[in-house]
């Protein structure tokens, strides 16, 4: 199956910082990137929807001031929590896929942040 | 609203076979998808259903009937390895994956 990247798998920050993380599709373009937040024992959640060259799309409650996502080009997209609290501590995983059809979401590696 | 159901934790016996349920309402149907996720890694696709119907691939199967709005996954001669959390998701009318909470699947020897 596809790859996507996803980095860093973990960090730790202080709070009142900012953390970028980056997620890459290597091995196909992707149209459309999803950014997800997990918390233990919890399913995923959607933080939103990025399509390539366009702003992303944010699902309700989620503050994009605050998770600010970039999709630069149909192999990377990045999010970068600003201002991180301990309270943004989870686990958050992107995916990625190339269209409508039968295309099941790849998904990254996962990251792990801590605020501390 | 958008509502998609499966058991929260059940348990096997290693080299047994094991049935975990799904069941959905969403707004249209694009599919149906199964994953396998252990702690702290991020989701694996394990299968896709779109019609009415079993797909099988190795040691899982996955059945979906549209019209009860209902899946399950089988999983045959259970492994060690298998423990972790399935998680159902279905894609709805506006292609976006609904996920459901996951259930933890707990092997013993």
């Known amino acids: 199956g596809a790859v996507v990247s996803q980095h860093p798998s973990r960090v730790i920050c202080k709070s009142g910082t900012s953390v970028k993380i980056e997620c890459r599709s290597l091995d196909f373009q992707a149209t459309t990137m999803f950014w997800y937040r997990q918390f233990p024992k919890k399913s995923l959640m959607l933080m939103a929807t990025?399509?390539?060259?366009?702003?992303?799309t944010y699902e309700q409650g989620v503050e994009k001031d605050k998770f600010l996502i970039n999709h630069a080009s149909l192999t990377l997209s990045t999010l970068t929590v600003t201002s991180a609290h301990p309270e943004d501590s989870s686990f958050y995983i992107c995916?990625?896929?190339w269209g409508q059809g039968h295309t099941e979401a790849f998904f990254g590696q996962g990251t792990r942040l801590t605020v501390v | 609203g958008q509502n998609i159901d499966q058991p929260t934790e059940m348990t096997a016996t290693e080299g047994a076979i094991v049935q975990i349920n799904c069941t959905y309402q969403t707004s249209g149907f694009n599919g149906l998808f199964w994953y396998q996720q252990h702690a702290g890694e991020a989701p694996t696709f394990l299968s896709y259903n779109v019609l009415d119907g079993l797909e099988e691939k190795g040691r899982f199967s996955s059945f979906l009937s549209r019209s009860k709005g209902y899946s399950y996954l089988l999983l045959k001669e259970l492994q060690m390895k298998d423990s972790a959390s399935y998680l159902c998701a279905v894609r709805d009318s506006n292609y976006q994956l609904i996920w459901g909470a996951g259930t933890k699947l707990i092997i013993k020897p």
């Open positions: 995916s990625a896929s």
């Open positions: 990025s399509n390539e060259g366009s702003k992303a």
